[in-house]
């Protein structure tokens, strides 16, 4: 059970140039998210899917678009690099709790410097 | 204002004393609260969770939650070297939102031997 796994670790691009960051879950869980964390920001929702088939915009989605492929894969591309994507990203997958809410898991995070 | 703010770090305390991690959220409708901990170049990963006001422990930590005054707490007793990180409050509104988080910026807790 590898939990919440991301592809690459480190990635290094030019500006303009396009790349997917690649996430799986093996936890059976639904729902799916993607953020980016800046120094001194915490963490940011840029896009999440709450089933397979379906996404949805957070808070920071310019520049970037997904694809849930199946119930275990999230995948985030940009198409033209900018240097203000210079971040790190990390996918997460949540569990429904008996109490109510959800709890989400991190993948180990991609970081992505656009030169 | 911020949707989540927490205490400005970074926070310095002796190792075996408590430390006190505090986080304010603006939208009443919240109805979870999360606190995930983050070491240096890792991911966060969840501490605990609170929904109902009171206290909450685990171990030694405690969550408080007080949804009239809109804040929650997280309490480490007998702090340890090892609880050096940072950490972070997310909260988790209702309705069309549930199941996203909102975090704060996090704060820098350092416990020194």
């Known amino acids: 059970n590898a939990g919440v796994t991301q592809t690459p670790k480190f990635q290094v691009l030019k500006t303009g140039q396009s790349m997917t960051l690649q996430c799986a879950q093996d936890?059976?869980?639904?729902?799916m998210y993607w953020y980016r964390q800046d120094p001194g920001m915490g963490l940011r929702l840029i896009y999440y899917?709450?089933?397979?088939?379906?996404?949805d915009k957070g808070e920071v989605p310019n520049g970037y678009n997904v694809s849930r492929l199946n119930k275990r894969e999230f995948s985030l591309r940009l198409e033209s690099a900018a240097p203000s994507q210079t971040s790190v990203y990390f996918c997460?997958?949540?569990?429904?709790?008996?109490?109510?809410?959800?709890?989400?898991?991190f993948g180990p995070g991609t970081r992505l410097l656009v030169l | 204002q911020k949707e989540v703010e927490q205490n400005s770090g970074p926070l310095s305390v002796p190792e075996g004393a408590i430390a006190s991690l505090n986080c304010t959220y603006s939208d009443r409708g919240s109805q979870s609260f999360f606190w995930y901990r983050q070491y240096s170049g890792k991911s966060p990963e969840l501490i605990m969770f609170?929904?109902?006001?009171g206290d909450k422990e685990d171990g030694r930590f405690t969550a408080q939650l007080n949804k009239a005054s809109q804040y929650v707490s997280l309490l480490i007793r007998d702090s340890q070297p090892s609880d050096s990180a940072t950490y972070l409050c997310a909260v988790m509104k209702g309705g069309t939102s549930y199941g996203k988080l909102t975090f704060g910026q996090g704060t820098i807790l350092t416990v020194h031997p």
């Open positions: 936890m059976n869980h639904n729902s």
């Open positions: 899917s709450a089933s397979e088939g379906t996404t």
């Open positions: 609170i929904y109902s006001n």
């Open positions: 997460a997958s949540s569990l429904a709790m008996a109490q109510g809410g959800e709890t989400q898991y």
